[in-house]
């Protein structure tokens, strides 16, 4: 059993379409075994995903900070309600609670836990699976914007490896429950002038020589 983290819309606007597919997603969850781990709203989203996995039997964790309890209730039934100071530490928490990540249709909010998450993997910081459930094209533009961030050198193609996308949420939850749990060493390309790669773990182990400023990325 795993706890999973989902994150998705709390918007009440979006197409019934998004909000069904947090339900299939949730229902997958709890039918498989897993827990939910989640930003503890009771609408849209984060709503349907939860009320879905906690009827087929998952424990589910909300996570709310202290100023969203005044605009957003959680749900009735909600297994627990875990209540934070701040943003922040919101996403700490539920990053702590979690061994995968799955990330829905969302805004703004979801796409900034959605990077956090992704750049963490790829430089080594956890080694939780990640899996993008799209839906009807939403995360589409998004996507072609990111792969021409690889083709003008802004981003590295092995990004891309940490990162599983799909529109089936069966197909997302079989990812997040096969893939390997390795540490990623990804070269940086924040250091000026050169390419070095994060030390590998073990004892005394240690990553690969750091390339020349004339060498060639990956």
Do not use: N
Not at 74 to 102: I, W
Request: glycine share 14%; hydrophobic share 45%; net charge negative.
């Amino acid at each position: 059993m795993s706890t999973i983290c989902l994150y998705g819309s709390a918007s009440g606007g979006i197409a019934p379409a998004h909000v069904e597919l947090a339900a299939r997603v949730g229902r997958l969850i709890g039918e498989r075994g897993h827990d939910l781990v989640y930003g503890g709203g009771g609408t849209s989203v984060m709503g349907a995903a939860e009320a879905a996995a906690r009827a087929a039997g998952a424990r589910t964790t909300g996570v709310m900070p202290q100023a969203l309890l005044d605009l957003e209730l959680p749900p009735d039934g909600l297994g627990e309600l875990v209540v934070t100071d701040d943003m922040r530490r919101r996403k700490a928490e539920m990053d702590a609670r979690a061994d995968a990540f799955v990330v829905l249709p969302g805004g703004l909010g979801t796409l900034e836990e959605l990077f956090e998450i992704w750049v963490a993997r790829t430089i080594g910081m956890h080694t939780k699976p990640l899996a993008v459930l799209d839906c009807d094209g939403h995360y589409a533009g998004l996507r072609t914007w990111l792969e021409g961030l690889v083709a003008r050198g802004f981003a590295r193609p092995l990004v891309f490896d940490v990162i599983h996308w799909t529109d089936d949420p069966a197909d997302a939850l079989d990812f997040l429950e096969a893939a390997p749990r390795e540490r990623v060493t990804l070269p940086s390309s924040e250091i000026v002038g050169s390419f070095a790669e994060f030390p590998t773990d073990g004892p005394g182990g240690s990553g690969a020589p750091a390339q020349g400023a004339g060498g060639s990325a990956p």
